[in-house]
């Protein structure tokens, strides 16, 4: 697992924040494997962490992460098939987990989180809550494939109706779509059963979280304000 400065790790457990987890570790107070840490000492979640006797867990605090899952990447934890899971690709020192898949041969924003309550509260399609993407077609755009598209339609392999969606055309083989459902292989589907064949697919938004300038296989942490906003729009109470 990767690893963190210990004051950044007490911080995320919950514990108190960087300055004051500074101040214990200088009163003695902190033990990594029943050691006193030396100065500016990392540890990950592998390590024993105890502070006044009692043991910490990396997971009391929830976390969420922006993570640009790059092409090729299986959004799985264990798949002895998969090429690389989303578990081998993002090195965080607290266990997360992915809300929403994206499958292995898009790329984009994949929101990951330790708070099980959060993910299936982001996944819930009563919600609605929505998702951006930007397509890449195989032949040039008609605006019957927008109306089609963007007025919801029956995907029969999957005997399944789409919801009405926002669809923008931005080139000549190029959209922009917003969802608010999550059905498996969504947009693939819809441009097949259209007659096209997608090239490339990027998600750029989820909720009010956006893309912005990850690289493939960047992550950030989300700030408190946004993890509150997630937390809301999702109608749970963050604990």
Do not use: W
């Not at 819809?190 to 300038?213: F, N, P, T």
């Amino acid at each position: 697992m990767e690893s963190m400065r210990l004051n950044k790790y007490l911080a995320h457990a919950g514990v108190c924040s960087r300055r004051d987890a500074d101040k214990l570790i200088e009163q003695g107070r902190v033990l990594v494997n029943g050691s006193v840490p030396t100065p500016g000492q990392s540890v990950s979640g592998e390590d024993t962490i105890t502070v006044n006797g009692k043991v910490i867990q990396g997971q009391e605090k929830k976390v969420v992460l922006a993570y640009y899952k790059p092409v090729g990447i299986t959004c799985t934890e264990k798949d002895p098939h998969a090429k690389k899971t989303i578990a081998q690709a993002v090195k965080y020192p607290i266990r997360v987990t992915y809300a929403g898949r994206l499958d292995q041969d898009s790329e984009g924003l994949l929101l990951l989180t330790n708070d099980g309550d959060l993910i299936q509260g982001m996944m819930k399609g009563a919600n609605r809550h929505e998702k951006e993407y930007i397509v890449k077609v195989d032949k040039e755009i008609k605006e019957d494939f927008l109306k089609t598209m963007a007025g919801g339609m029956y995907l029969k392999d999957i005997d399944a109706n789409t919801r009405p969606c926002e669809v923008e055309m931005i080139g000549k083989y190029t959209f922009r779509i917003i969802l608010t459902q999550g059905l498996n292989r969504q947009i693939r589907r819809m441009c097949a059963a259209c007659g096209y064949q997608v090239k490339s697919l990027k998600r750029i938004r989820v909720m009010h979280i956006l893309l912005e300038d990850l690289k493939p296989g960047e992550y950030r942490e989300l700030p408190d304000e946004d993890i509150a906003r997630l937390y809301a729009d999702c109608g749970i109470k963050k604990v």
